[in-house]
């Protein structure tokens, strides 16, 4: 049974949430300010964290920033939830290592949804064994990605997109095509997002971050050679 943590401090809508997911057979636990979550997370670190931005004590995306700077959490998918609807807070969002965003007002089978998304992508990934590429180590079945031996973080979407690169053979990927494979069950992204991931995911692939080429005007694709 997966566990997701709540910090969300207006008392109704954390209450909603907890209910229905429990109702969806997830263990939960739920905060209402950040700091004292981030004390639970590091003594019990949960499979998922639902992230209200708009939190009294620290803000969400501080919260997030902490969680992705802390090298025994920073593997913990985070789905930020704010009233905030403007593509650019969400894009800051994603910048600061979230995983996905919904906004305030969202259906529970939305919210359900996403959580079941990102949770099969944290376990079920493709392929096993190692992949080499020049100086990047891939492990699918561990989720673990090594830069010139060292680990490095991705994010669910990151290691996905990754994934999904490397098997298409070199094949040019256009945006819409990405947004459909890796956000499949999302309700609302933009093809800024995919940008927005395909420069973080080469900046953690640094120095070899050039194997991702921008085909202009058509999309993205992966140099093995």
């Known amino acids: 049974m997966s566990l ?14 907890v ?11 739920s905060f209402l300010s950040s700091i004292q979550a981030l004390k639970e ?4 670190p949960p499979d998922l964290i639902l992230l209200d931005i708009m939190l009294p004590d620290m803000d969400g995306l ?16 985070v789905i930020m939830i704010t009233a905030k609807s403007t593509e650019i807070d969400k894009i800051v969002g994603l ?8 906004t305030k007002p969202f259906s529970i089978r939305e919210v359900v949804a996403r959580i079941r998304a990102i949770l099969r992508r944290t376990k079920n990934l493709s392929t096993t064994g190692k992949i080499k590429i020049k ?12 830069v010139d031996g060292k680990p490095v973080y991705l994010t669910s979407k990151e290691f996905k997109l990754l994934m999904l690169l490397l098997n298409s053979e070199s094949r040019v990927l256009s945006r819409e095509k990405i947004l459909s494979e890796v956000w499949e069950e999302d309700f609302d992204v933009y093809d800024r997002t995919v940008d927005v991931h395909i420069k973080k995911l080469r900046d953690k692939l640094s120095p070899y971050g050039s194997i991702i080429e921008t085909v ?3 999309g993205y694709r992966l140099k093995t050679d």
């Open 95 to 102: 910048e600061l290592g979230a995983d996905d965003y919904i």
């Open 62 to 77: 501080e919260m997030c920033k902490k969680i992705r700077s802390n090298p025994e959490t920073e593997h913990i998918p």
């Open 19 to 29: 209910y229905n997911l429990k109702k969806e057979s997830f263990q939960v636990k």
């Open 41 to 44: 997370i590091q003594k019990n």
């Open 4 to 17: 997701v943590y709540v910090v969300e401090d207006d008392e109704d809508i954390n209450d909603l949430l």
């Open 216 to 218: 202009r005007g058509v």
């Open 135 to 146: 100086g990047i180590e891939i492990f699918p079945e561990k989720f673990e990605i090594k």
